[in-house]
C-alpha cells in the first residue's frame, strides 16, 4: 500500500474553498487515488475517487497531476456542515483500506 | 444511507465476556470488511472476507475472529473482552467494478466495562 501524508488539520471560513493536498511518493501504475470523509460516531463516507488529471463530482474536485505523485481534494463554498475528518487512500483492486490520521477540517462561521 | 446494516447499534458488557457483531452488505455485495475505531484513533482494519472465504487480514487479535455466510451477511465474535476493547466496529463492503469504493455500515459502539 502506498504510503499518504496529508495535513493534520484545516480550518476554514463559511464559503471558502478548501483545498486539501495528500501526497503520495510511491504511489503504484494501478493505484486510484480515494478521498473519504467521516463525522463523529459515523462510518466513512465515500466523497471522489480519480485515477488521473481532473475528476468532479457534485460534492468535490479531485486534482491528480501527471506524475500522480500528490492529489488535491478541493471542497467549493464550505458550509458548517462540512467540518469532518478527511481521508486520502491510496491504493488497488481489493485492496484493504489503510486509513491514516486524516485532515481535520473545520469550518467556522 | 451506505447500504450496509450493522447490529446491535450500541452494545454494554463486561470484561471476559464474548459479543457478536453482525453486518449486512449492500445488495450484492461480496466483499466484506471490519475495522476498529478506539477512541482519537484512527480506523484500523481488521479483517476481509470474499464471498465466504478470508481474503486479508490486518491488526486482528487472536481473541477476535469472525466468517462470512452463505447469505454473505458477516459476524465478528468478540471474546475475552478487554476494557481496550471498547471502540466503534464498523464494517464495510465493495462491489466489483466500482473501482476501489467501500460502503461502510453505521458502525456497532462496544463498551467494555
Known amino acids: 500500500l502506498a504510503k499518504t501524508t496529508q495535513p493534520i488539520s484545516m480550518d476554514s471560513y463559511e464559503g471558502q474553498e478548501v483545498n486539501i493536498t495528500c501526497s503520495h511518493n510511491n504511489i503504484a501504475t494501478n493505484d486510484y487515488i480515494t478521498w473519504y470523509q467521516q463525522f463523529p460516531s459515523q462510518g466513512p463516507r465515500f466523497i471522489i475517487q480519480?485515477?488521473?488529471t481532473k475528476v468532479t463530482n457534485e460534492v468535490a474536485s479531485l486534482f491528480i497531476p501527471a506524475d500522480r505523485k500528490s492529489s488535491t481534494l478541493s471542497l467549493p463554498r464550505v458550509s458548517l456542515s462540512d467540518t469532518a475528518v478527511y481521508y486520502c487512500?491510496?491504493?488497488?483492486?481489493?485492496?484493504?483500506?489503510?486509513f491514516g490520521a486524516g485532515t481535520t477540517v473545520t469550518v467556522r462561521a | 444511507d451506505s447500504g450496509v446494516t450493522q447490529t446491535p447499534k450500541h452494545l454494554i458488557t463486561a470484561t471476559g465476556q464474548r459479543v457478536t457483531l453482525r453486518c449486512s452488505p449492500r445488495?450484492?455485495?461480496?466483499?466484506v470488511y471490519w475495522y476498529q475505531q478506539s477512541l482519537d484513533q484512527g480506523l484500523q482494519f481488521l479483517i476481509q472476507?470474499?464471498?465466504?472465504?478470508?481474503?486479508a487480514k490486518g491488526n486482528i487479535l487472536e481473541r477476535f475472529s469472525a466468517q462470512q455466510f452463505p447469505d454473505l451477511h458477516s459476524e465478528l465474535n468478540l471474546s475475552s473482552l478487554e476494557l481496550g476493547d471498547s471502540a466503534l466496529y464498523f464494517c464495510?463492503?465493495?462491489?466489483?467494478?466500482?473501482?476501489?469504493?467501500?460502503?461502510f455500515g453505521p458502525g456497532t459502539r462496544l463498551l467494555v466495562l
Open positions: 472476507y470474499y464471498n465466504g472465504e478470508e481474503r
Open positions: 464495510a463492503s465493495r462491489s466489483q467494478g466500482e473501482g476501489e469504493t467501500q460502503y
Open positions: 487512500l491510496v491504493g488497488a483492486n481489493d485492496y484493504k483500506l489503510s
Open positions: 480519480g485515477y488521473k
Open positions: 445488495s450484492g455485495d461480496l466483499s
